[in-house]
């Protein structure tokens, strides 16, 4: 079985802060891991992907993530928070056994604060 | 810049009807996703498709569900008897070159079933 655990459903910081969204996924083969954010009344939009090589991928408004097979997680992080980082985040998985089928996690809402 | 369109942007319909929510993908994309979001919640996938056929679907995808790439631009999803608990956003989404490549996604179809 395939799933996606983030953990906080909220995570607020100080602008210019560290940003850090968890994201742990179980997966029987080998994942393709994604990053999505989804500003209000919006759909979603990719930050960033790992589907093989570099551990640490690097993706839009200066976000990255690290691939840790061994802790089977893919945290999001960002050095210093910007008022328009404040949206969902959503972590999803891809596996093809076959069937293709992405999963999300449950979403970290980010505030920003002034 | 190309992007997945959805008609309409929201659709009130009764208890028992049926719905079609039309997407128009990116047009040399292969891959083609149907995703829902209850209010406040998660990112759900319901079904995946591809080469004219489904890839795979959930097990929210029942009998009542159907999809279609009627004629080689749009990819619907039908809902054959609405419930009260249809109601959400739903996204479609698509992708090419693989399924480990980046899901561009639609601005969403708002189903408010009364």
């Known amino acids: 079985a395939q799933s996606v655990t983030q953990l906080g459903s909220h995570v607020s910081v100080s602008e210019g802060a560290l940003v850090l969204l968890r994201c742990n996924y179980s997966?029987?083969?080998?994942?393709?891991l994604f990053w999505y954010v989804q500003y209000p009344n919006q759909g979603l939009q990719l930050l960033l992907k790992y589907t093989t090589g570099a551990t640490l991928v690097k993706g839009i408004n200066g976000f990255e993530a690290e691939f840790k097979k061994s802790e089977t997680s893919f945290h999001l992080t960002k050095p210093s928070a910007h008022m328009s980082d404040a949206a969902e985040y959503f972590c999803?998985?891809?596996?093809?056994?076959?069937?293709?089928?992405?999963?999300f996690g449950a979403g970290t809402r980010l505030f920003v604060k002034a | 810049e190309p992007e997945v369109t959805q008609t309409p942007s929201h659709q009130v319909t009764q208890m028992g009807q049926e719905v079609i929510l039309r997407c128009v993908p990116i047009s040399n994309h292969l891959y083609f996703y149907w995703y829902r979001q209850i209010l406040g919640q998660k990112v759900e996938f319901l079904v995946s498709f591809y080469n004219n056929e489904i890839s795979e679907k959930s097990e929210i995808f029942d009998d009542q569900f159907s999809v279609e790439r009627p004629d080689g631009s749009n990819f619907t999803l039908k809902i054959r008897s609405t419930k009260l608990e249809d109601s959400a956003m739903y996204f479609c989404?698509?992708?090419?070159?693989?399924?480990?490549?980046?899901?561009?996604f639609g601005p969403g179809t708002r189903l408010t079933v009364l």
């Open positions: 989404a698509s992708n090419g070159g693989g399924i480990y490549n980046e899901q561009f």
């Open positions: 997966s029987s083969v080998p994942p393709y």
């Open positions: 999803a998985v891809t596996r093809n056994t076959g069937g293709f089928k992405t999963i």
